[in-house]
């Protein structure tokens, strides 16, 4: 019949249709204030986690103790435990530093860029993606501070007055380094809690017993809701956001100067910074999809956690994803174009040497599998999507470790030259640092508001006073305000 | 303040809804109340201008702790590696701004971001473990769903048996007395 619509099902759970002249809901499922409190503080108010939050717990806690006695063992020995060589002297501490930092920018991007650009669906995911960043920025720590070998004098890095009254040298990248990840870890923590803070309060003032009350009521700071505290506490988030975002983009160039200042062929580049932080945002978002897809389904959060969300997230991975595969494409083509032996030679060994399988495997990871998300079936199914997730953990650590590893292991001098094999070690104390920041993990989700409630009520309908008219797009706050003869007062 | 109102810090109102709350807060402003405040489990946007709020000089403060930073990196990075210890390196100069600036920004942003936040909690006076709102079994609920309205007694415009009609009007659900 002419001028029948199509009609199909409608799940009402799938609020991923792009319908331009429709509202995209944010929480679904008909939650209200109450219910919405109800459904992010009963998972932090369990008596008694379930039986795989323990099992999974010890067996974090476990590879936690590995990394740990490692790191002992290589301290009391010495960096020879490790596979370095002559000239791979840096080997999985910084590849694994790099990887953890980058995985780190997650959070930070949602929190502070996607809240200048008022996207509003981040709501629903930042305090989790936060709380992921500190977490992994805590494990990326951890290596550099390890690979100086002699960690009783690692002080040396910060400007502290020793016993050889010399400071350090400023003009240094790994210097800027030290730096730019301590500004970096220092404020998505203080991000972190001040956003935290209201939500503490509402865990504050649901507890039952006397220890939780006095746990979330310390931690709360006293926080009791006056819209003369959210005047302030508004403005500094922003400004928070603001200062945060260029931080964003400087920490992995600055991580990313570590090889570009030097003058080994493949480090020498000026592309790294762009290159390194839209990595870092891709292997970012593909850990928070790790995460998030489990989390929300075992604590039925798929009110909150919409596939609207999984699929924003999905497509920021492809845009990210896609210039790290034109970053490689480039690469290729400046070392071709500027006529440099070296240059040339460091990326034919890097696809076709002895490292060939580890730069297939990156390329198979980072370049064609986010290309899947094209597809709205894939970008929407959270069992593709977490299966191309672990494709990108995986890609962007063999891309930090062809980095480093490919173009160290043969450097000027082919008498030099050696190939890096990690040793037990080596692997035993990356696949700890899993354990610890998977036990900070589930420590979070047990003890903690995962959902930034606060803000999630802001997105919801009812908050909006003055509302008859919504704008389409994602239901936000931004209503134009009502025109009435309000004078602000002096 | 007249001598009956010893003993209590004020009048607690609680609405349902946050529309109320803002109608609410308009009346209590025009009507001239200067020590009051209203409470809501998130930022509600014309608050401000439905209670009058001036705009908060945060800014300012987080500026001058940019500034700071920045002087301090500035300084720092020239008397440790040009003066105090003059370190050659490459025969580069000692101190030269390019290879400065790294340090420099992420000082300037360091102690921005924690004068953004020392001074908003410092300013909003927190931590502040107790408060005579507390007491109210029904506030426990200002983190979750209801909205409040609280009338202090030591404004000049209160008094007791005037303030609590006034309160009583302006629609909540519960009103209320709060000691000190």
Known sequence: MIGTLQTTAIDPLDNTAEDPTRTTPLVLGGLNLTTLTDKVCEIAERPRPSRAWYLAFAAACSLTVVMFAMIGYLIVTGIGVWGLNNPVGWGWAIVNFVFWVGIGHAGTLISAILFLLRQKWRTSINRFAEAMTIFAVICAGIFPAIHVGRIWVVYWLFPVPNYQSMWPNFRSPLLWDVFAVGTYATVSLLFWYTGMVPDLATLRDRARTKGRAIFYGVLALGWRGSHRHWHRYEKAYLILAALATPLVVSVHSVVSFDFAVAQIPGWHTTIFPPYFVAGAIFSGFAMVGTLLVPVRKWFGLQKLITLHHLENINKIILATGSIVGFAYATEFFIAWYSANDAEAFAFINRSFGPYAWAYWIMVTCNVIAPQFFWFKRIRTSTAFMWIIYIFVNIGMWFERFIITVSSLSRDFLPANWDYFSPTAVDVLTFVGSFGLFFMLVLIFIRYFPMVAMAEVKTVMPLAHVSGESKPIGDYHGDIPEERDSDEVQR | ?180
């Not at chain 2, 209670?51 to 700071?68: K, N, Q, S, V």
């Open chain 2, 1 to 180: 303040m007249s001598t009956e109102d010893k003993g209590i810090y004020g009048i607690l109102i609680e609405f349902e809804e946050p529309e109320r709350l803002v109608e609410g807060c308009r009346q209590v402003r025009d009507r001239g109340f200067e020590k009051w405040d209203a409470f809501s489990p998130f930022p509600i946007h014309g608050m401000d201008r439905a209670m009058g709020i001036r705009e908060t000089r945060l800014p300012l403060l987080i500026f001058a702790g940019g500034l700071a930073g920045l002087a301090t990196a500035l300084l720092m990075q020239w008397w440790m590696n040009a003066i105090d210890y003059p370190f050659l390196i490459s025969g580069k100069p000692l101190f030269g701004l390019p290879a400065n600036i790294p340090i420099t920004f992420e000082l300037t942003v360091l102690f921005a971001a924690l004068t953004t936040v020392i001074g908003m909690w410092w300013r909003n006076g927190m931590p502040c473990l107790y408060h005579p709102v507390f007491k109210s079994e029904h506030f426990r609920r200002v983190t979750a769903d209801r909205f409040f309205i609280v009338l202090e007694a030591s404004d000049k415009k209160f008094e007791l048996q005037g303030t609590q009609e006034f309160a009583e009007s302006l629609g909540g659900i519960h009103v209320e007395q709060l000691e000190e």
